[in-house]
């Protein structure tokens, strides 16, 4: 059985970097049949996408258009885990931040499981 | 505005069957498969559904899904209080490039 474990501060200054971790047990990162994802739920209700990072014979990074330039997903292969950063944070970057697998075929695409998410404040 | 459009609000009675809508367009859902989630209150949200129709081992068969064009239905028969939950579907978007999530349905069961 797969679980992903966040950990991570929840509270970030405005301006700063966002960072949190997804530890994985079941599964690995280096996998060659899964994708690893962030996506953020806003206070509102609505799910996002963030980003994602993959191993097929070499790292690739994918990342939604509304972060691509603030945003790093990295694995870390000595510990079976991976992270999120998101630089120049403002209030707008307020949401629980969730980790998850991301199973892929043709045309395909569906997210099992997710991690217990993270409440991220950004505040002075 | 989310991409893939879902009623805000559904509500049946224990018992009946509920049907959630999730509507896209020809670079959506129209050429990619769905996913659906439920999100109990206070929790992550739970994968239902995949490529439109198929359960995971654990899903009751009173969830199913369906597709036609550019739209996407999740069905839920036999409905009991533990399915109240919010209600997403999801796909990729062509034309975005990007995963695209609807902005939620919440089911009441009354």
């Known amino acids: 059985q797969v679980q992903l474990q966040q950990s991570g501060p929840g509270l970030v200054r405005p301006s700063q970097t966002l960072s949190l971790t997804c530890a994985i047990s079941g599964d690995s990162v280096s996998s060659n049949s899964a994708s690893w994802s962030w996506i953020r739920q806003s206070p509102s209700g609505g799910l996002e996408w963030l980003g994602r990072?993959?191993?097929?014979?070499?790292?690739?990074?994918n990342y939604a258009v509304s972060v691509k330039s603030r945003m790093t997903v990295n694995p870390d292969t000595s510990r079976n885990q991976f992270s999120l950063q998101l630089n120049s944070v403002t209030p707008e970057d307020t949401a629980v931040y969730y980790c998850?697998?991301?199973?892929?075929?043709?045309?395909?695409?569906?997210?099992?499981?997710w991690g217990q998410g993270t409440l991220v404040t950004v505040s002075s | 505005q989310s991409v893939l459009m879902q009623p805000p609000s559904v509500s049946a009675a224990p018992g009946q069957n509920v049907t959630i809508s999730c509507s896209g367009g020809?670079?959506?859902?129209?050429?990619?498969?769905v996913s659906w989630y439920q999100q109990l209150p206070g929790t992550a949200p739970k994968y239902l559904i995949s490529d439109n129709n198929k359960r995971p081992s654990g899903i009751p068969d009173r969830f199913s899904g369906s597709r036609s064009g550019t739209s996407a239905t999740l069905g839920i028969t036999g409905l009991q209080t533990g399915d109240e939950a919010h209600y997403y579907c999801?796909?990729?978007?062509?034309?975005?490039?990007?995963?695209?999530f609807g902005a939620g349905t919440k089911l009441t069961v009354l």
């Open positions: 020809s670079s959506s859902i129209g050429n990619n498969y």
């Open positions: 990072t993959y191993y097929r014979s070499k790292w690739y990074h």
């Open positions: 998850a697998r991301e199973l892929v075929g043709p045309r395909t695409n569906w997210f099992d499981p």
């Open positions: 999801a796909t990729w978007d062509d034309s975005l490039s990007d995963v695209v």
